[in-house]
């Protein structure tokens, strides 16, 4: 399956991408002043040690954004019957003994959740891959159906209540 990505989420990720090479070029000119003085290698060095770490951290964030430099574009969902890539969904859970409580829930893709991730996850508004056990468990799902998943935390249930375009398509 082709990755598909929404047009605010390509901004974000070419934004992320940008900066991160940025630090990059920092990071490696700081290695090298930091070796080229005498200061040792990575190994034997704490400044060497923590610098090259952190080079380290921002090559693998731009693997995993590069992942995402051709992807399709993601286009929002024509239809409300049921739950697809692009929705936002109010959804109660269904095992709470005490009254229910009900959370927003938007499905993106991955590139999505990667680039868009530190805008939700409030208090009771969260963004999910497709990929993810809620995710792939609330797919296809029509209003009032129960979608049932497992975590390590266990096995959780959601009732649809409402389901509505992503905020992401939203101008």
Do not use: W
Not at 118 to 145: C, M, T, W
């Amino acid at each position: 399956m082709v990755e598909k990505l929404s047009q605010k989420g390509r901004i974000l990720i070419e934004e992320r991408r940008r900066k991160l090479e940025e630090q990059l070029r920092e990071m490696k000119l700081n290695y090298g002043l930091v070796v080229g003085s005498g200061g040792g290698d990575s190994y034997h060095d704490e400044q060497a040690y923590s610098t090259y770490s952190e080079i380290l951290r921002i090559q693998t964030m731009l693997n995993m954004i590069n992942r995402f430099s051709n992807c399709q574009e993601l286009k929002p969902p024509n239809q409300f019957e049921r739950i697809e890539v692009g929705h936002l969904v109010r959804v109660e859970f269904s095992d709470d003994q005490e009254p229910r409580d009900e959370v927003s829930i938007t499905i993106l893709t991955e590139g999505d959740v990667l680039a868009l991730g530190e805008f939700y996850n409030q208090k009771n508004e969260f963004l999910v891959s497709d990929k993810s056990p809620i995710g792939r468990a609330l797919l296809g799902k029509r209003i009032k159906e129960e979608a049932r998943y497992e975590t390590r935390e266990g096995s959780f249930g959601v009732i649809v209540k409402e389901i509505r375009l992503a905020d992401v398509f939203k101008s």
